[in-house]
């Protein structure tokens, strides 16, 4: 179980990490999206930042459990409002968000598998 747990953490630590630079230094892509579900661009840096509070939080959670329970969580709400956000505007381009989602509920899972709740 502790693999399982460590590689899934890296893992989403890892998409999560790259998912944020890209909005950190305005990568196109990421605004592109923005701009079709309607979000203003200057939004870009507080949902980078949020992936980015993401990632370190699931690293940290390898020697503070509760902060991976509570960051994996919160990453888990983040893609399901991102998941919310392309169905709103009609888009089906949502699989990159539920592949994302899946990282975040599968770490959620198994920290609190492997460490408990707290």
């Known amino acids: 179980m502790l ?21 950190l230094i305005g990568h196109q892509y990421p605004l592109s999206q923005m701009d079709m579900k309607g979000l203003p661009r200057k939004y870009a840096p507080v949902l980078g930042g949020l992936l980015a509070a993401g ?4 690293l940290a959670g390898l020697a503070v459990p509760v902060l991976g329970t509570l960051a994996a969580a919160g990453l888990v709400l983040y893609f399901i409002g991102a998941i919310i956000a392309h169905l709103r505007v009609g888009s089906h381009d949502i699989l990159g968000g539920i592949v994302f989602l899946a990282t975040a509920v599968a770490a959620l899972v198994l920290g609190v598998i492997h460490h408990g709740a707290w």
């Open 55 to 58: 990632t370190v939080g699931l």
């Open 3 to 23: 693999a399982a747990y460590l590689t899934v953490t890296i893992v989403g630590a890892v998409f999560n990490a790259g998912a944020a630079v890209t909005y």
